[in-house]
């Protein structure tokens, strides 16, 4: 585990990014900022009140590279009035008013998505302390998908004995059809390719190789056929069984012709309860590192904690989120 994040505060550290925390608050994001400031491989940006912020830091007896840290004043007039105005004019059509704009802006998770929106920052990252569809909910308005129709999906890096797996949709996508897990199961393919993964794809069910009739299979069959029209450059098979996408030996038995050879380093869950469950024991049980959610899908990279998270899970996430940052910029 330490070898892959090792990697991936390495690629991050050779073009530290601005990265946002709306929640300046919350201790755990205080101890995380000052991990990733002693580290180096990003550049953070506190929203809050800098005195406040100092406060707590001495409460907290971190040392802090006061230099190298930037702090933004959510109260400050001359940005209220720069990102309220930006505001009212990306959401007018929807019927929001200059002065629903001014109090949206004062949500700092409005505040940090304007700052991303107008390139005063590079990605973000919260959540520590607001619900899923708080914290997501400016992202979707303001930053919007790649593609029209795009479903923004949440994978989670999991790291079991230095090797990394992609659970996806873990965090977003409730229901999925087999038009969604196409998009999830490709934007996850590059994701995997940003940190070096060679992308393969396994879909899975409670069927291999229908081994099992129903809708439920029918969809993820449906969904990898998909994928290959749109994708014939990527390793992708289904509908198969967990074992048979990770053990050699049971897909030998189960489905010999699978390009995967029981070697998927991507799974793509039927739905969000089986995929938040699966990430859930394996992380409990196997002891792997869950990383994430990370977002997918988005114009520009924003990242979801769990309310749960440790400030070590923040430390990670701002390494990842670094280097997607990077990837956006080419």
Known sequence: MQNFLRKVKSIARKDPKFIVFPESDDERILKAVAKILQEKFAKPILIGDKRKIQSAYKKLKLKIDWKNLKTIDPTDKTLIKKYSEALFLLRKDKGVTEKE???????????????????????????????????????????????????????????????PLLFADAAITIEPNSHDLRDIAIDTAETAKIFGIKPKIALLSFSTKGSAKDPLVDKVTEAVALIKDRRPDLVVDGELQVDAALVPEIAKRKCPDSPLKGAANILIFPDLQSANIAYKLVERLAKAKAIGPLLQGLKKPVNKLSRGCSWQDIVNIAAFTVCECQHAIK
């Open 101 to 163: 704009a001014r109090t949206l802006i004062k949500d700092t998770n409005y505040f940090g998505t304007m700052m991303i929106q107008l390139g005063d920052a590079d990605g973000m990252i919260t959540g520590a302390t607001h619900p899923t569809a708080n914290s997501i909910r400016p992202v979707l308005q303001i930053i919007k998908t790649r593609e029209k129709f795009h479903k923004v999906s949440g994978i989670f890096f999991m790291v079991l004995h230095n090797k």
